[in-house]
């Protein structure tokens, strides 16, 4: 297991990625911090992650807020000592034309999206560096390279996510502390539910894959448990595209 007795905070993950991550990180060890705006999504992937013989935390948290933020890191260290792991993952998206986009939405998207990777970053920031060692991941899109009409705020969100990565990278490097991102493409969620069930859509999607499929949450999980691993212990400051090969062309 290359993650055994690490500590892992993935937020976000009462669903999706975010629980394939968490549970992925489970397997591979680490004790997991779940956490959701729902404390029922995160109590059912504690019990699978209980009835895989792992160990885990369960923390409701709305990653948009400093005060539940900041709750989150105390009760993580309260439970288990140290943080080694962050998964920035939590997020959301709104689709409107940008002249149809209200104030209301676009804060909605940046504060889940952007605003609450930087809270999450700061918070666990000053324990990476004290412990000499961390990696954080923050889960990106490739709607963070590439514009994808009506989704304005979700583009500038992860557009933002890809470059605070790079920064990020450059202060924590001192402290060996490896910051990465993720950018999956058309993966199977509940997000991308509405899309994928509408034939049209859907076909118009596979079209810009050449691999001629969506992706599976479980499939950014393993790039994160990569990235979180050792054996990435000399990548900082990338993000890695997870997409079937839709930026590729």
Known sequence: MKLKDK?????????????????????EGAKVVV????????????????????????????????????RLVQETLEKFGRIDILVSNAGVVQQSPITETSEEDWDFVLDINLKGM?????????????QKSG?????????????FPNTAAYCASKGGIVNLTRE?????A?????????AP?????????????EEESRKGLLMQIPMGRVGKPEE??????????????????????????????
């Not at 990020?168 to 924590?172: D, F, Q, T, Y």
Request: charged share 20%; proline share 1%; aromatic share 4%.
């Open 118 to 130: 930087f809270l999450a970053c700061k918070a666990v920031a000053p324990i990476m560096m004290e």
């Open 35 to 70: 956490t959701s705006r729902h404390t029922e999504e995160c109590d059912e992937v504690c019990s699978v992650i209980a009835s895989d013989g792992g160990e885990s935390l369960c923390v409701q948290c709305d990653v948009s807020k400093k005060e539940d933020v900041d």
């Open 220 to 249: 950014i999980a393993k790039a994160v448990a990569f990235l979180t691993s050792d054996d990435a212990s000399y990548i900082t400051g990338e993000t890695l595209t997870v997409d079937g090969g839709w930026v590729a062309q």
């Open 135 to 147: 990696k954080i991941v923050s889960i990106a899109s490739i709607a963070g390279e590439i514009g």
């Open 174 to 182: 001192p402290y060996n502390v490896n910051v990465n991102a993720v």
């Open 168 to 172: 990020l990278a450059l202060e924590m």
């Open 7 to 27: 500590v892992a905070i993935v937020t976000g993950s009462g669903r999706g990625i975010g629980r394939a991550i968490a549970l992925e990180l489970a397997r």
């Open 185 to 197: 493409g058309v993966i199977e969620t509940s997000m991308t539910e509405g899309m994928l069930s």
